[in-house]
């Protein structure tokens, strides 16, 4: 594999540091990639012109970009692309991405046809944030709507700024639609996973839309924290603490843990078996990383049987090498972590009324050379008490709880997705109704099956735009055009 | 210079630290003249500094120093007794949660600034100018070591009041928008009084400041240059070659013969002096390369697994600081830093350090340049 040499790109001017970051193989240990670092004051620096990204863009109609979007999402998908000093192809790209984050190759590969969708389908994918509106009234600001009236949509900035993580390139899908809508880019790219920033920035450029509006900016916390206090509206991806700590910034849009739930309901649960493949799934799937993963199952009762039987299908799942088409398990990269979240789970393990239901599939922490990994976890709470029933770990975990239906909307905590299993009329109105729910499933629909024409977590559209009033004549509106 | 006269420089300034060594040991552990902490700590020795330091490396002899010593009082058990009765300062590091350490000083802070002044180029640190300290108040050495400086060169020095101790706070309490309203505050102080007609021309800043000024003065129509400044030194582990040439080529607006805005960087705690840079440059990669006011202060780079002996040159290692003034004597004290072993040279035949950073074990943990 040969070593990139990828610079920072200040308005899609490369930008060669003195300082780089050596992107290492997880395993291996040799150098990756040289990445180029910058500091802080020059976000806050080029953030004077952030102005220019969104001038460059409107300069191109909505429906032009979403034509080019589709071309970088072919690019994206199967072309070797410029990437620094030299080049990459897709599957250098899944070789890449696989040895700098621990991911499984497969799961590399997904990711790339995930964001090639996006990219792809960005009309239906706009259509169904936007709720249908014509992409004209966002690019003029204001239009008329079907039923006559005018509308307004004013943006509340000129780029988008984005702290990138580590640990899920799946979640890059989010921030795909800004240049489309006519915004920049403000990335921090993942320390390990830089490569789908580059490569969907290098796609845009092969597509013909201008590097100006679009800024890579590759760093430590001074480089996230300018951005999140440069650009008006940003996102970033962390912790539970990284969301209190932005919670109730109105520029900053926060996507930590899920605490995505698959809840069954008194009518469904005596036919559990039926659902089994799509709890697996829910819990199983991107190697357990994502904030849409379930970390919990509530059941008002079997929940003992839903744990055995899901601990027969995930407990035997070993650690494989990445290269391997049926390795699903990703590695924790960072020495020390997989011990340290295990050591946690010891702790969470010993309270009473909790069962580990994968003790007898061997052992869970796998430590290697460099790295570790956990193989997937299944826990019986005998009660929605036990802590361990409200925490989500980085690996497929679930915790089985047994609470009884009438409990479960008090129970479960901030969920990002709810699959309801579910034929009872009044639960599925409560639940509609709950608003400790974001994304609600009702029926059997693995919790991490998006469907993409309904909006996804935090909605960019109320993000970006305001909807307000515009009040004008019908001689000024024919002659505004 | 050619390599034999550095070599003798070099022996020469061997010679004057060994004699420097004799001396403060002499001072700090005789009776009459050394502190009380000093010669309670001689009964715990297992061998007797008066007569077993005859050299600079007979300080290996010593236990670690350990800057827990200094947390807590009473601050006079520091005060030798050969200065009793002279006016004691005492500075402080830390101290946002718990005890501070503190040291006592009386006039090394004078001396040091004075020695550093030394090194400062007339062209861009005019004799008489005015100076702006932009860096932390309160029982900080750097707030009278500065002024002292500026004084010592004939000129006033302006201040603004900044706590670090509340912005450590606000850091750990993850208030990030007061955080972000009381950096603003610091520079509307500054700005203030760059503006106001004082005709400053050097300043103090740390790199985060000084790059907040930057910005605030940019974002009001003006720079750096235009308010006048020529002179700026600045310092700290942030201080990297990159760091350098973001200043110089998006702040200053070029080299100093260019911009004629000249910026230096310094290392140093308020345990030992301050270090001083080899001038950096362009053609250098801007590499930052500290060497100690020997013999009053030494820096030396030494192998993580055994903190007396020293790693060859250009090898990195961690950085031990020695102090040995009749003021204060640190017998070693391990840095919470790594860095490159440099060669002596012309201006400086001592051994420097290069590119430090935190120390890789501690790097996690450490919090660097918050203001």
Not at chain 1, 358 to 366: F, I, P
Not at chain 2, 263 to 273: K, V
Not at chain 2, 297 to 314: I, M
Request: hydrophobic content about 40%; some cysteine.
């Amino acid at each position: 594999m040969s070593v990139l040499s990828m610079p920072a790109l200040r308005w899609g001017q490369p930008y060669e540091s003195l300082e780089v970051n050596e992107v290492r193989h997880f395993l291996s240990g040799d150098v990756v990639a040289r990445i180029s670092q910058v500091n802080g004051g020059m976000v806050r620096r080029d953030m004077r012109q952030a102005g220019k990204a969104r001038d460059i863009l409107r300069q191109i109609p909505i429906e032009e970009l979403l034509r080019k979007a589709a071309v970088a999402a072919d690019l994206f998908e199967t072309a070797e692309l410029p990437m620094g000093d030299g080049t990459q192809t897709p599957e250098q790209f899944v070789k890449q991405q696989s040895a700098t984050t621990g991911l499984p190759e497969v799961l590399c590969r997904s990711n790339i046809t995930k964001n090639a969708f996006v990219l792809r389908n960005m009309p239906q994918i706009l259509e169904a944030l936007t709720r249908g509106l014509d992409p004209k009234i966002l690019e003029a600001g204001y239009g008329r709507e079907d039923r006559g009236v005018i509308v307004s949509y004013q943006a509340q900035t000129t780029v988008l700024g984005a702290v990138l993580p580590s640990n899920s390139p799946g979640v890059h899908t989010l921030w795909l639609p800004v240049v489309p809508l006519q915004m920049g880019l403000v990335l921090k790219p993942g320390g390990q996973e830089p490569w789908t920033a580059y490569r969907v920035a290098a796609a845009f450029q092969q597509a013909g839309i201008p590097g100006e509006p679009i800024s890579l900016y590759p760093g430590g916390h001074d480089v996230g924290e300018s951005i999140l206090a440069a650009c008006n509206r940003s996102m970033i991806f962390g912790s539970a603490q990284t969301v209190a700590k932005y919670a109730g910034n109105p520029g900053v849009q926060v996507h930590g843990p899920g605490f995505s739930k698959i809840l069954i309901g008194d009518d469904c649960v005596d036919r559990w078996e039926q659902y089994l493949d799509l709890m697996v799934e829910s819990v199983y799937s991107n190697g357990g990383r994502s904030c849409i993963n379930c970390s919990a199952i509530y059941t008002p009762r079997h929940g003992k049987e839903i744990a055995q039987a899901l601990a027969e299908r995930l407990g035997p799942i070993d650690v494989l090498p990445p290269e391997d088409p049926n390795a699903g398990l990703a590695a924790f990269t960072t020495e020390g972590t997989a011990k340290a979240i295990w050591e946690m789970l010891q702790k969470d393990l010993g309270q009473g009324g909790v069962t580990d239901m994968t003790a007898a599939y061997g052992d869970r922490l796998v430590e290697q050379e460099k790295v570790g990994y956990l193989r997937p976890m299944v826990v019986h709470c005998a009660s929605s008490e036990a802590e361990i029933a409200a925490k989500e770990f980085m690996f497929p975990f679930v915790s089985v709880v047994e609470c009884p239906q009438a409990e479960m909307l008090g129970k479960i905590g901030s969920t990002l997705v709810a699959t309801a299993l579910t034929e009872d009329k009044d639960w599925s109105r409560q639940l509609v109704t709950a608003t400790n729910i974001d994304r609600l499933n009702i029926g059997p629909i693995p919790t991490n099956r998006l469907n993409w024409l309904q909006p996804h977590e935090g909605n960019l559209i109320d993000f970006l735009f305001r909807s307000r009033a515009v009040q004008m004549s019908d001689e000024m509106f024919a002659a505004l055009g | 210079m050619s390599t034999a006269e550095l070599d003798a420089r070099a022996r020469q300034a061997k010679e004057e630290l060994d004699a420097q060594t004799c001396r403060v040991v002499a001072y700090h552990f005789h009776d009459s003249t050394g502190c009380p902490f000093w010669l309670e700590k001689k009964r715990e020795l297992k061998f007797d500094p008066l007569k077993e330091v005859r050299c600079y490396d007979d300080l290996k002899k010593f236990p670690e120093f350990q800057d827990e010593w200094l947390r807590g009082g009473p601050i006079r058990r520091w005060v030798p007794q050969g200065h009793a009765g002279k006016p004691v300062y005492v500075f402080e590091t830390g101290g946002t949660t718990g005890i501070p350490k503190s040291r006592m000083v009386i006039d090394d802070f004078r001396t040091d600034y004075e020695l550093f002044s030394h090194t400062l180029p007339d062209e861009y640190f005019p004799k008489g100018a005015n100076w702006l300290m932009l860096g932390p108040s309160g029982p900080r050495r750097l707030r009278l070591a500065v002024e002292h400086l500026c004084q010592y060169r004939g000129g006033i020095c302006f201040c603004i009041d900044l706590d670090p101790r509340w912005v450590v706070k606000l850091i750990k309490k993850g208030w990030m928008e007061h955080l972000e309203e009381y950096k603003k505050h610091c520079i509307d102080q500054a700005v203030t009084v760059l503006t106001a007609g004082h005709d400053i021309k050097c300043m103090f800043a740390t790199p985060k400041l000084l790059d907040a000024l930057a910005l605030g003065l940019e974002e009001r129509g003006t720079s750096i240059q235009e308010v006048g400044i020529t002179g700026i030194f600045s310092g700290g582990t942030e201080f990297t070659p990159q760091w350098t040439r973001y200043c110089v080529e998006e702040l200053f607006g070029g080299p100093p013969e260019v911009s004629g805005v000249y910026m230096t960087p310094t290392y140093g705690n308020t345990l030992m002096g301050l270090a001083c840079s080899k001038p950096v440059t362009a053609a250098d990669g801007y590499k930052i390369s500290y060497y100690a006011p020997q013999p009053r202060a030494v820096v030396e780079v030494v192998s993580f697994d055994d903190y007396n002996q020293v790693v060859p040159y250009g090898e990195t290692g961690r950085v031990k600081l020695t102090t040995l003034t009749d003021e204060f004597f640190v017998p070693g004290f391990m840095e919470r830093d790594e860095g490159e072993r440099e060669q002596p040279f012309e201006k400086y035949p001592w051994d420097g350090v290069s590119g430090v950073r935190p120390f890789h074990e501690f790097a996690s943990s450490t919090t660097v340049g918050v203001y």
